[in-house]
C-alpha cells in the first residue's frame, strides 16, 4: 500500500539556518503530493503542494520538489524564522478527486533565536 | 478555502462509554473524511464520510466501532464506541474543497481513563 517515510524529529535550529525535513514516498501510480503544517494551538493547514513530477510547490519561503525518480520530496527552507516552529508533515494522495491522504509521522520544528 | 468547526475540543471520558464528536463545515462539501492521530504517530484515515449513503471505512476500523453520519453537505459525527485506554487519539475531521485542498478542523483531544 501507499506509505511516507519522513525524517523523525524533533528538530531544532537557530534563526536565520537553512532546513531540510526529508520525505520520501511508496506509492501506485502518480501521487499528488502535500506538506502540512500544524502551528501551536492551530489546526493542520496546506503549507505547498505538487502534483507532478519535477513540479516545485513553493510557500512561506519553503519548497519541496517532486522527484520521482528518487520518489522523494525534501522540505527546504532558507533561512529558517521563530514563527516556523510547528509539526509538519508529509502526505500523498493518489484518489484524484477523493484526496484520502497518507501522512508520514511528523517532524517536530523548533526554531531558537 | 474551508472553515471547520469541530466540537468537542478535548474531553475525557470513562472506558466503557461512547463519545459523539461533531463536525459542521461553512459551505457545502463532497468529500468529509475522519482522521486519528495517536500519540506520537501520524494521522490514519478511519473513514470516509458520505452524504446518504453508509461510511467507507478503511482497513481496522469497522462500523460498530467508529459508527458515522452524514445528514446534509456540511454535518458530520464520528462515534468512538465502548471506548478503552487504547482510543485515546486526536480525531480530526477533514473535507476536500475545489482545488483538491484538504482542511482539517483542530481537532478533539480524546483521554479514556
Known amino acids: 500500500g501507499d506509505s511516507v517515510t519522513q525524517m523523525e524529529g524533533p528538530v531544532t535550529l537557530s534563526e536565520e539556518a537553512f532546513l531540510t525535513i526529508n520525505c520520501t514516498y511508496t506509492a501506485t501510480g502518480y501521487p499528488s503530493l502535500f506538506w502540512y503544517v500544524q502551528y501551536p494551538g492551530e489546526g493542520l493547514q496546506l503549507l505547498l503542494k505538487a502534483t507532478k513530477a519535477d513540479d516545485k510547490g513553493s510557500n512561506k519561503g519553503f519548497e519541496a520538489t517532486y522527484r520521482k525518480e528518487t520518489t522523494s520530496f525534501h522540505l527546504e527552507k532558507g533561512s529558517v524564522q521563530v514563527s516556523d516552529s510547528a509539526v509538519y508533515f508529509c502526505?500523498?494522495?493518489?484518489?484524484?478527486?477523493?484526496?484520502?491522504?497518507?501522512f508520514g509521522t511528523g517532524t517536530r520544528l523548533t526554531i531558537i533565536p | 478555502s474551508a472553515v471547520i468547526s469541530q466540537k468537542p475540543s478535548r474531553d475525557i471520558c470513562q472506558r466503557g462509554t461512547s463519545l459523539t464528536i461533531q463536525c459542521q463545515v461553512d459551505s457545502q462539501v463532497t468529500m468529509m473524511f475522519w482522521y486519528r492521530q495517536q500519540p506520537g504517530q501520524s494521522l490514519t484515515l478511519i473513514a470516509t464520510a458520505n452524504q446518504g449513503s453508509e461510511a467507507t471505512y478503511e482497513s481496522g476500523f469497522v462500523i460498530d466501532k467508529f459508527p458515522i453520519s452524514r445528514p446534509n453537505l456540511t454535518f458530520s459525527t464520528l462515534t468512538v464506541s465502548n471506548m478503552s485506554p487504547e482510543d485515546s487519539s486526536i480525531y480530526l475531521c477533514?473535507?476536500?474543497?475545489?482545488?483538491?485542498?484538504?482542511?482539517f478542523g483542530q481537532g478533539t483531544r480524546l483521554t479514556v481513563v
Open positions: 477533514s473535507v476536500t474543497g475545489t482545488n483538491t485542498e484538504a482542511f
Open positions: 502526505a500523498l494522495s493518489t484518489n484524484f478527486g477523493n484526496e484520502k491522504l497518507t
